[in-house]
C-alpha cells in the first residue's frame, strides 16, 4: 500500500474538503439532478448535462480525497532532524546572484501554495533540494534560465 506524506495541516484541509463534498456538495447536485429531470425530455436537457457531470467531477474527487486520507502518513516538521532537507521542513535559500533570501515548507502536491510559502517535494526545486544540507548549492533550470541558490538554514 502506497504512504502519501502529508503535513497534518494539510490531512486537516483535505478532510474538510471531503466533509464538504458529502455534506453540502453532494446533496446540492443531487437536488440539481432532481430539477434538471423534472424539465422532461433529458435528451436535449443542458441542466441535466451539466449536473450529471458535476456529479461525475464529485465523485471521483470523493473517491480521490478518500484514497488519500486513507493512505496517509501524517509527518510531524517539529520532530524531523534539522541537518537536511526532508519532506515537512523549512528551507531557507539565498539566490546567490541577488542575494536575495526565501523559504519554503517542503510539503506534498496537494498541499503546495507558493503564496504560503509551501512548495511540493515533487516540484523541480522540491526534488533539487530533498537530501541537501546547510551550505550546499542548488541548481534548478527556471522558465527564465539557470538559477542557483545556496541553503542557508533549515528550520
Do not use: W
Amino acid at each position: 500500500m502506497e504512504r502519501i506524506p502529508i503535513t497534518k495541516s494539510g490531512y486537516e484541509t483535505l478532510k474538510k474538503e471531503l466533509v464538504k463534498l458529502k455534506t453540502v456538495e453532494r446533496p446540492q447536485n443531487i437536488r440539481a439532478i432532481e430539477e434538471a429531470r423534472a424539465h422532461g425530455d433529458l435528451s436535449e436537457n443542458a441542466e441535466f448535462d451539466a449536473a450529471k457531470d458535476r456529479q461525475a467531477f464529485i465523485e471521483g474527487r470523493i473517491g480521490e480525497l478518500e484514497y488519500k486520507l486513507g493512505n496517509a502518513e501524517v509527518i510531524n516538521p517539529d520532530g524531523l532532524p534539522k541537518d537536511r532537507a526532508v519532506f515537512g521542513c523549512t528551507v531557507v535559500l539565498e539566490n546567490v546572484d541577488t542575494g536575495e533570501e526565501v523559504q519554503y515548507q517542503l510539503v506534498g502536491p496537494d498541499e503546495s501554495d507558493i503564496g504560503q510559502e509551501r512548495i511540493s517535494v515533487s516540484s523541480p526545486l522540491g526534488q533539487a533540494m530533498l537530501g541537501k544540507e546547510p551550505g550546499a548549492e542548488v541548481m534548478l533550470q527556471a522558465p527564465g534560465g539557470k538559477r542557483c541558490y545556496e541553503i542557508i538554514d533549515i528550520i
